[in-house]
């Protein structure tokens, strides 16, 4: 233990690991974090923090019917009396609560700037106010009547609910989202009217599948609209496991102009896309030349969505720019579900759409049970105290009489007339109007109602079919009250599996001539238009040109390396202007031993070889790969190395090795492989092949001399077979023994 460290006397202390004590530490923040801030209660769907809103604005009777109150001052009541936490966290949440594009179903009322679709936020908590919904009323109905537990706030001054009552599906209704520690949830809004019919279905049969609870809630329904495109198989494994995905799309309409030309409207967007942003993006890749099928977009909105996306050209079909807006923006989103909460015990885990909708019927069947017994309570006390007054009526003279002679009339009257101690409080606490004959009938009209109810509640509390038939009929009123009309309209449609669109991926590229620049050194770029053979090129000192493909932006090139590897690049991607580009290396996964033999457009055959003497003829789509190793085309053994890959375009091969020896062979005599080491296509005692050139035997050999050409149309000497010696190259044939 450290010496500046003193322990008082008397004072109790104990070493521990530090492992230890961070552990025990961070095991209860995290439980924390998990059960007491980001994961919700199966039962009601609230996180403490929601709960504690609601509880406090009932506190406060913000009921639907009466005023509103500043949400500074409900803030401040709930940060004071249940929320121990800063007021911005409590404001936000109390502000998504009353945000209809965020909650399906709202449960605050706000009054004021409340923030908006765009992702602006909401005007700060003096200026604005709010009220409890119809719907955060159902989530609060009879929680007075000893529904659910209570326990003590932070402070112990004040008592506030565990969970509430929770007449309103809200868990699937309003959905959740949360990140906790080591665990998060996310669970999408659904629609109210059919999630209490699937309620129904499984209080009809209990052993309901989830196909069976689908029929009557299909998937989602998000508070934005838009369109639902998963196919039901998805979406039912996604239900009943807790954990899936749901692919949504804007909802669109194409509006026909004069001529031909149109437009295409978008009339809702997916759930948590911000409008603002979402314009922004179209606009900024419409800027970078991305969406080439697109000509302008417009924000038309008011308090409705309406984008208006205008194309290019009107010979494209709507389909087509529209499915290259959704791979290139967020007018298609995907949202995760993870149905990760709280069961009845506190213990996080995550459960499909049946044991969240069984949890929510055992807290309405448990809410049913305790609101019966203390209603049963409360009508034994009464009904007590009623009797009391009817044995009053019966001795009203004696009765009388004791209270004005006796000092001590309580116990005289108990002991005279058998009351109990409540009776005879409840009987010296009459007021003398409640002796008319009248008051005598309402009582006797009052005892037979209360003992009627009692009977009722006690055949109830005895029978588990009429506690469900009970439920049943609750719910059935909140899917009336919540599941029709406006607010209860499904706004999600459910579209199953998207159609297809073919949609050619150049779509989503401008098409510009450029030239693809590849250095010794393996520096890469574009530089537009396609250059002439003499254009100044300037590189960095010591590097030169290697390479120079006239191609287009749309196109995919392949740069084919001496180790057999062919790397595909996309044409667009490559840095563009007159600098000095970027090295190679940075965009494809090549080894340091690599170097690049051949930049070319995979249109046609290859002839591919090394420099051992053995090569193949390769298809082009076999030289492609959408990935950054690229795609091992030649296998080479020991030293080898390819030294060629070029057009295979003709019917005979000539082949010319360090030896000068050249050979010419039908090409028919070389395999087409995908991959693979090749044939022989030369024998060499000393050295290897040189170069190779596929050409039309009618047309002669040609190769080139300084500035011109030279054609040799007599090539019979140098015939032959595959793997042949060949005979001394031609006289006036290049030094450096390569036909150009």
């Known amino acids: 233990m450290p010496d500046d460290v003193k322990i008082l006397p008397g004072e109790p202390s104990a070493e521990t690991p530090l492992a230890a004590a961070l552990s025990e530490r961070y095991l209860a923040y995290a439980l924390s974090t998990i059960t007491a801030r980001s994961l919700p209660d199966v039962r009601d769907g609230l996180k403490p923090v929601h709960r504690r809103v609601l509880w406090a604005m009932h506190q406060l009777k913000l009921d639907p019917a009466s005023g509103f109150k500043k949400c500074a001052r409900i803030v401040g009541d709930v940060m004071g009396k249940y929320h121990p936490h800063g007021d911005a966290a409590i404001y936000d949440a109390m502000v998504r609560l009353a945000q209809d594009f965020a909650s399906r179903f709202p449960l605050v009322e706000g009054q004021g700037n409340f923030g908006n679709i765009d992702g602006d936020n909401a005007a700060a908590m003096r200026y604005t106010e709010s009220?409890?919904?119809?719907?955060?009323?159902?989530?609060?109905?009879?929680?007075?009547?000893?529904?659910?537990?209570?326990?003590?706030?932070?402070?112990?001054?004040?008592?506030?609910?565990?969970?509430?009552?929770?007449?309103?599906?809200?868990?699937?209704?309003n959905g959740a989202s949360g990140i906790a520690v080591g665990m998060a949830t996310n669970i999408p809004p659904h629609n109210a009217g059919e999630v209490c019919a699937a309620a129904l279905e499984l209080i009809r049969n209990p052993q309901a599948t989830t196909a069976e609870l689908l029929a009557h809630m299909p998937g989602p329904d998000f508070p934005t609209g838009g369109l639902l495109v998963e196919d039901a198989a998805t979406i039912a494994e996604a239900y009943a496991t807790?954990?899936?995905?749901?692919?949504?799309?804007?909802?669109?309409?194409?509006e026909r102009g004069k001529n031909g030309a149109w437009q295409v409207v978008i009339t809702a967007i997916p759930y948590q896309v911000q409008k603002a942003r979402l314009v922004e993006q179209i606009a900024q890749l419409l800027e970078e030349k991305k969406l080439p099928l697109l000509g302008d977009v417009r924000d038309e909105s008011t308090d409705l969505v309406r984008l208006v996306l205008e194309p290019k050209t009107r010979n494209v079909e709507p389909a087509v720019m529209m499915e290259t807006l959704f791979r290139a923006t967020a007018l298609e989103s995907r949202f995760s579900l993870n149905m990760n909460v709280l069961d009845a015990n506190r213990t996080p885990r995550v459960m499909g759409l049946r044991e969240v909708l069984r949890a929510w019927l055992d807290h309405r069947h448990v809410v049913l049970e305790r609101r019966s017994r203390h209603r049963l309570a409360a009508i034994?006390?009464?009904?007590?105290?009623?009797?009391?007054?009817?044995?009053?009526?019966?001795?009203?003279?004696?009765?009388?009489?004791?209270?004005?002679?006796?000092?001590?009339?309580?116990?005289?009257?108990?002991?005279?007339?058998?009351?109990?101690?409540?009776?005879?409080?409840?009987?010296?606490n009459m007021r003398l109007r409640s002796l008319r004959k009248l008051e005598e009938m309402e009582i006797r009209r009052e005892h037979d109602k209360l003992s009627k109810e009692q009977k009722g509640l006690n055949t109830l509390l005895a029978s588990d079919k009429k506690r469900w038939e009970a439920i049943a009929k609750e719910i059935e009123d909140t899917r009336r009250a919540f599941g029709d009309g406006p607010l209860g309209k499904r706004r999600t449609l459910i579209n199953g599996v998207a159609a297809a669109?073919?949609?050619?991926?150049?779509?989503?590229?401008?098409?510009?001539?450029?030239?693809?620049?590849?250095?010794?050194?393996?520096?890469?770029?574009?530089?537009?238009?396609?250059l002439p053979a003499d254009a100044e090129l300037r590189f960095k000192e010591g590097d030169a040109l290697a390479f120079a493909l006239p191609a287009e932006t749309t196109d995919r090139v392949v740069v084919f390396g001496a180790m057999g590897r062919a790397f595909t690049l996309k044409a667009d991607a490559i840095p563009r202007g007159r600098g000095d580009g970027q090295p190679l290396r940075l965009m494809v996964d090549m080894a340091n031993e690599d170097t690049p033999i051949a930049l070319f457009k995979p249109e046609a055959r290859m002839l591919v070889a090394a420099n051992d003497g053995k090569g193949f003829v390769v298809e082009a789509e076999d030289l492609l790969a959408e990935k950054r190793t690229g795609r091992q085309v030649m296998n080479l053994e020991g030293a080898a190395r390819a030294v060629l890959c070029a057009p295979?375009?003709?019917?005979?091969?000539?082949?010319?090795?360090?030896n000068r020896k050249l050979l010419v062979f039908p090409l028919d005599q070389i395999p087409v492989m995908g991959r693979g080491r090749g044939v022989q296509l030369q024998s060499y005692k000393d050295g290897g092949l040189r170069d190779a050139l596929v050409f039309e035997a009618a047309a002669g050999l040609s190769w080139q001399q300084g500035d011109r050409t030279r054609t040799e149309t007599d090539i019979t000497t140098w015939r032959g077979n595959r793997a042949g010696a060949g005979k001394p190259v031609p006289h006036g044939f290049p030094r450096t023994g390569r036909f150009s």
Do not use: C
């Not at 009817?390 to 009765?399: F, K």
């Not at 989503?508 to 393996?522: M, Q």
């Not at 295979?648 to 360090?658: F, Y």
């Open 131 to 173: 009220r409890l919904t119809e719907v955060a009323q159902a989530m609060l109905a009879n929680i007075e009547d000893d529904t659910v537990d209570f326990r003590a706030t932070y402070d112990g001054e004040e008592r506030e609910p565990v969970v509430l009552p929770a007449a309103f599906p809200n868990l699937l209704a």
């Open 648 to 658: 295979a375009a003709g019917d005979s091969i000539a082949v010319v090795g360090d």
């Open 501 to 530: 669109v073919t949609v050619d991926e150049t779509a989503f590229v401008e098409r510009e001539a450029i030239t693809i620049i590849l250095s010794e050194k393996g520096w890469l770029r574009a530089q537009k238009g396609h």
């Open 242 to 254: 807790g954990r899936g995905s749901f692919r949504m799309r804007a909802a669109y309409e194409v």
């Open 380 to 428: 034994a006390r009464r009904l007590e105290i009623l009797e009391g007054y009817l044995i009053v009526y019966l001795n009203l003279d004696e009765v009388i009489r004791i209270i004005r002679e006796e000092d001590e009339p309580k116990p005289r009257l108990m002991a005279r007339f058998g009351l109990t101690d409540m009776q005879a409080e409840a009987v010296l």
